[in-house]
Structure formats: structure tokens, C-alpha cells
């Protein structure tokens, strides 16, 4: 056994060099460990295993080794694979979990078992009971780390992870069943039903979870621009996307609810409180604005991300015109509405032509008090912008009917924008905002409104 001890620390290298950044982790030789111990390390402790068990030394013989390949194979494990040494399993090395445990389940264990055959396979009846005895501490090592990381407190960030794990172990019972005795197998499943229920409990927090984070909290923006709990909770809803076959099988498997009978998925139907959830939440943020205009611009602007962002998943979630309309209808429409006039009148009386002449300073005044306020707000994208400025440019007949009236009743020329210098005007507006909208974490200014 030390001569077999020996060569542990090359095996190791050996595997770790097999592995390194070899994410499909597709093996099919399993020899690599038998390869790497010399022919006669390997006839010498056949035929001692041989001998004692003749001699009436089986569990002595099978003690011994099971003792000191299964500490080789945790250490291994837990400091060279999952490199823990003496921290605990945190967050972040979800990624090196998964990595570990294919490794383990699809490369060292059959490998390790691989040894085990040729060393005891003549001699040992009980060989399966045994072989699972070797790995016992290293799997469990495995379904431990999984398992703690459950009991922590729920987020919507650790509903993605503890899904990765999930679908790993789902991944890997297979290999489960064809190396291990009923025991560790079942182990294995408990574990992973426990991943698949806490799963299946924090999806239905979901549309608590992602409003409950510290960006939510946040003010809004003196602007209108893109809200942090807009980014986050939207970065969140497109992971819940492209996560949708995962937790639609965590939802049918360990479903604590009936299922409708009209055909909407439990998934669709949590989706869809979510989305409502996320309306109002955002209306209740724009009653912050007491000027209406920037109250709906900010919707639009908002909800205009979400579509952006979800267009792929659920493009026809929310409508935009309305609050476009909305703001429209509480700020241009206004500076237009000051241009109404009786259209019966065919000749002007001296108060009549006043009473022009003063809807068009005033409307010039508000015209311009109007480019220079909304010149500060803010959109996360050119399409967006083009969009409102298009709408506003639909309402300028309006304004070209009113000076084509003022000129003939009055007579003379009016003191007037032409219409290239109110489309000029207009392309000035809404900055471009500093966000990166492909990654929906863009940055935040700190300029806010309490």
C-alpha cells in the first residue's frame, strides 16, 4: 500500500492536467490511474490480497485499503478539485462544484474503480459494497456542499445556482446508479429532489425576490432614465427565460399546486404576475415626478427596456403607446392646444388678431421652455428616440394650419419658428443614456429625486 501510495501525487497531477479547462469533461479511457502505476506495484499487491484472503484476512485486507484510498480520493477532492483547503464552500465556486463532481462521477471514480477491479475482483465478493466504501467520503463531501448551499437565505441571484446544481446531479445520476450500491445512489436523488423543491419555492418568491434587492430602494432619476431596480429585476426576468426548461421541470415535478386545465404553464402564470408586479411597481416609483409629462416618460422609458430586453421571450407583455399617448397628451399636446382657434372666423377684428398674435408668442414661449426642459431627460436607446420624436412631429399640421391662417387673416408675416427650426429643435432632445441595455446593468448616476 505505500508503494501504491506513491504514485498518488503524480495521479493527481495527471488528472488535473487531463481536466484543465476541459469543460465537456468527454473521457472515454478510464485507465489513466492503472497506467500510472508500475505493472509490478500493481502484481505485487494482487497476489497479497490473494494470500491474505486465503488466509482468513479479508476485512483486514479490505480495511486497510478502503482507509487509505478513501482519504486520498477527499483530499483530492475537497483541496486540489474543489481547491476548499480550510475555507468553506461559498457562493462563487458554484462553477467549480459542477466542474468537481463530473470529474469525480465521470472521470476519477470509474477510473479509481478501474484499480479496485484489477486489485480485489477475484478475491472479494462483496467488491460493490466495498468500491462504494472507497468514495463514500468524497461523495458525500460532493452532496454536502450541495446541500448546505440550500439552507441559505433565498435571493433571486441563488435561484440560478442552486438550478445549475439541480441539473447537474440530474446529469449525473446515472453515473450514480451504474458505480454505487443503492445507498450512495439514493443519497444522490435526496439530494437532488431537495435542490428541485427549494428551487421550485424560491421561483414561486420570484416576483418578491427580484423588487426586494437594494437597487429597488433606490430614488428615480430627476431625468427619467432607466431605474436600477428596472435593470436588475429585467436581468433577472431574462435569466428566469432562458432558465424556463429547468424551472418548468422543478414546477411539474414538485408541484404543490394542481394544474390548470387551460393550458398555461405554471411558469407562464407565475411569469405573468411577475410582469403585472413589475407595472405597478414602476407607476408607483413615477408618482416620485410631480411634472405628469416626466411622470409617463419615465414609464415609456422603462417599460420600453423590458420590451427591449424581452422582445426574444415575451415581446406583447406590456404596451408602450399608452404612456407614449400620455405624455404627449400632458406636455406637446398642451403647446399645441394654445394655437386653437374658431376656424369659422374668415376675417380677424382687432381683438381677434390680438388674441392671435398672443397664442403665438405664448405658444413660441411654451415651445421653447418645453425643447429646453426635455433636452435633459434621458433614453437608453436611438430607436426609442426617434420614436417620440416622430409622434411629436405628427402633431405639427396643427401649428402649420395656425400660421397659415395667421398670415392670410393678419396679413402679414408671423413671428414664427419655421418648421425646419422646430425639427431641429426636436432632434436636440433626450440624451442617449450612459447604459449598457446587453447587459441590463448599465451605469447609474447619482443624480436623483428624493
Not at 133 to 160: K, M, Y
Not at 287 to 296: F, H, K, N, S, V
Request: net charge negative; proline share 2%.
Amino acid at each position: 500500500m505505500k508503494e501504491l501510495s506513491q504514485n498518488n501525487s503524480n495521479i493527481a497531477k495527471m488528472l488535473l492536467e487531463k481536466v484543465k479547462g476541459n469543460y465537456k469533461l468527454v473521457v472515454t479511457d478510464h485507465n489513466f490511474i492503472l497506467d500510472a502505476i508500475p505493472t509490478e506495484t500493481i502484481n505485487n499487491i494482487r497476489e497479497m490480497v490473494k494470500l491474505m484472503v486465503d488466509a482468513g484476512f479479508e476485512k483486514e485486507c479490505s480495511d486497510l485499503y478502503i482507509c487509505l484510498r478513501k482519504e486520498w480520493l477527499e483530499d483530492l477532492l475537497k483541496n486540489k478539485l474543489l481547491g476548499l483547503r480550510k475555507m468553506g464552500f461559498q457562493d462563487y465556486m458554484i462553477g467549480r462544484w459542477i466542474k468537481a463532481s463530473k470529474v469525480a462521477l465521470r472521470i476519477l471514480f470509474p477510473s479509481e474503480r478501474r484499480l479496485y477491479d484489477r486489485l480485489f475482483s477475484e478475491s472479494f465478493v462483496s467488491s460493490d459494497l466495498c468500491f462504494s466504501e472507497v468514495c463514500h467520503g468524497a461523495t458525500i463531501q460532493l452532496l454536502n456542499f450541495a446541500d448546505s448551499f440550500v439552507n441559505r437565505s433565498p435571493s433571486a441571484w441563488r435561484l440560478f445556482k442552486i438550478l445549475d446544481l439541480f441539473e447537474t446531479l440530474c446529469d449525473l445520476i446515472p453515473e450514480f446508479e451504474v458505480l454505487f450500491t443503492d445507498s450512495l445512489v439514493n443519497e444522490a436523488i435526496k439530494t437532488k429532489n431537495r435542490l428541485g423543491e427549494v428551487s421550485r419555492t424560491i421561483f414561486m418568491e420570484f416576483g418578491k425576490l427580484i423588487f426586494l434587492t437594494p437597487d429597488a430602494k433606490l430614488d428615480c432619476w430627476v431625468d427619467g432614465g432607466i431605474h436600477p431596480m428596472t435593470c436588475e429585476a429585467t436581468g433577472y426576468i431574462v435569466l428566469a427565460f432562458w432558465s424556463r426548461q429547468k424551472l418548468e421541470q422543478v414546477l411539474r415535478e414538485y408541484s404543490t399546486v394542481a394544474a390548470n386545465g387551460a393550458g398555461t404553464s405554471l411558469f407562464d402564470s407565475q411569469m405573468e404576475l411577475i410582469m403585472e408586479k413589475f407595472e405597478r411597481n414602476l407607476e408607483a416609483k413615477s408618482q416620485t415626478y410631480e411634472d405628469p409629462a416626466l411622470r409617463y416618460f419615465f414609464m415609456l422609458h422603462n417599460i420600453s427596456l423590458i420590451k427591449y430586453k424581452l422582445e426574444s421571450f415575451w415581446d406583447d407583455r406590456f404596451c408602450t403607446r399608452q404612456y407614449l399617448e400620455l405624455y404627449c397628451k400632458s406636455s406637446w399636446s398642451k403647446v399645441i392646444d394654445i394655437l386653437e382657434m374658431d376656424i369659422n372666423e374668415s376675417t380677424a377684428s382687432n381683438s381677434e388678431a390680438d388674441s392671435m398674435i398672443g397664442k403665438l408668442n405664448l405658444f413660441n414661449q411654451k415651445f421653447r421652455e418645453m425643447c429646453e426642459i426635455q433636452s435633459t431627460w434621458h433614453v437608453f436607446d436611438e430607436r426609442l428616440r426617434k420614436q417620440i420624436i416622430i409622434y411629436v412631429e405628427n402633431m405639427l399640421p396643427a401649428y402649420e394650419n395656425f400660421i397659415a391662417r395667421f398670415e392670410t387673416v393678419l396679413g402679414i408675416n408671423a413671428n414664427k419658428y419655421r418648421m425646419s427650426d422646430i425639427r431641429t429643435q426636436l432632434n436636440h432632445l433626450f440624451l442617449l443614456q450612459d447604459i449598457d441595455v446587453d447587459s441590463v446593468r448599465g451605469s447609474v448616476r447619482n443624480q436623483s429625486v428624493s
